[in-house]
């Protein structure tokens, strides 16, 4: 049967529309989903029996499954390996901070980026997530952790840009549903340059990340093949037009890579790009992944220094989950390649 979970408030109106029912009613059922989060169609108490009834020949309220938890006792840092309907499965991270509880999702099952450092490429893409599968992992992680989700970062498996009108269907949802506000989200891209273009038209106030991890357009094409797709000229000015539309300053994530881009030519490079502009770079101490042989560089705290010393806005990512699979994909790796051994 179809799952009514996942369906914005159109598509609840037209459920209830389809079965003559006034328009109210949609609204309702949209608010028995994702205000008062029920689990069954029987328990849609100012539905009639008799609507309950048909409803429930047609449609149920299903949810993923938390197969695993992951749990740093040191930060609170919450990993989840959930398995969806099809038994494919995804990962999800609940962090914990001063202002509150922030879920980092992903957007598709594998991912066809190949970035050469990132462990959620191996094995390729599988398939898209729907919205409402993306939706579902701040349901499980509430549920799981009785908390409330305050945050999100859809920065977890997957190009969100490459699944764009489901992650954006889901944005809405978690906005006007859960009522996560929308200056709340933040999405994560690699450089989708079309994409981005698209999303400044969209009248959304989330925060824009782009993966960058190099100024040079040779290296970012060794470690991320969608710059031979997207130059890094027309990223930046992609960037630059979001901007323009939006009012949103950008982040630019920096991974930091030994040897790769940590060197005095990668610094000097950034500061010519970005001194003056309205951005955040932002800093990562890489996490290791031993199938790339990469390594996290030393020279996190020197950069970080010289930029700011240069003006350019800059911090180091807070390093959580430093005592589970923390790099995005990993526990989905191990969780294969048990199955397969």
């Not at 499965?89 to 980026?113: D, F, K, N, P, R």
């Not at 969608?226 to 037009?241: F, M, Q, S, T, W």
């Not at 040897?259 to 990668?266: F, I, M, Q, T």
């Not at 309205?278 to 290791?288: D, M, T």
Request: charged share 25%; aromatic share 6%; net charge neutral.
């Amino acid at each position: 049967m179809e799952n009514l979970f996942g369906k914005n408030l159109k598509e609840c109106q037209a459920v209830m529309d389809a079965m003559g029912e006034p328009g109210f009613r949609g609204k309702q059922l949209y608010q028995w989903l994702y205000e008062k989060k029920v689990e069954k169609i029987e328990d849609c108490t100012n539905f009639s029996k008799a609507l309950r009834s048909r409803l429930a020949q047609e449609y149920t309220i299903s949810h993923g499954e938390i197969l695993r938890t992951q749990s740093d006792e040191g930060d609170g840092t919450r990993k989840f390996l959930i398995r969806l309907s099809d038994g494919e499965c995804i990962e999800s991270v609940l962090m914990t901070y001063h202002h509150g509880h922030s879920l980092c999702v992903s957007s598709q099952v594998g991912c066809a980026m190949g970035c050469a450092f990132c462990a959620s490429t191996r094995g390729g893409l599988v398939r898209n997530l729907t919205a409402g599968e993306i939706l579902d992992q701040i349901y499980l992680a509430e549920e799981s952790q009785g908390v409330r989700v305050s945050n999100v970062v859809i920065m977890g498996i997957g190009e969100p840009l490459a699944n764009y009108d489901e992650v954006l269907k889901f944005i809405r949802i978690a906005n006007t549903g859960l009522g996560i506000g929308i200056r709340k989200f933040t999405l994560s891209t690699c450089g989708l340059v079309p994409e981005i273009e698209r999303l400044s038209q969209e009248g959304l106030d989330i925060n824009l990340a782009i993966s960058l991890h190099s100024p040079f357009q040779e290296r970012r094409e060794a470690i991320m093949p969608v710059a031979r797709r997207y130059p890094l000229k027309e990223l930046i000015k992609g960037c630059k037009n979001f901007h323009a539309e939006t009012g949103r300053r950008l982040t630019f994530e920096y991974a930091m890579i030994d040897g790769v881009n940590d060197r005095p030519e990668d610094l000097k490079e950034l500061i010519r790009l970005f001194r003056g502009e309205p951005v955040h770079i932002n800093l990562i101490g890489l996490n290791s992944v031993q199938e790339t042989g990469f390594k996290g560089s030393q020279n996190v705290n020197f950069f970080c220094d010289e930029l700011k010393r240069n003006g350019i806005n800059s911090t180091i990512r807070r390093k959580v989950g430093k005592n589970i699979d923390a790099a995005c994909g990993q526990l989905r790796q191990k969780s294969m390649k048990q199955e397969i051994g």
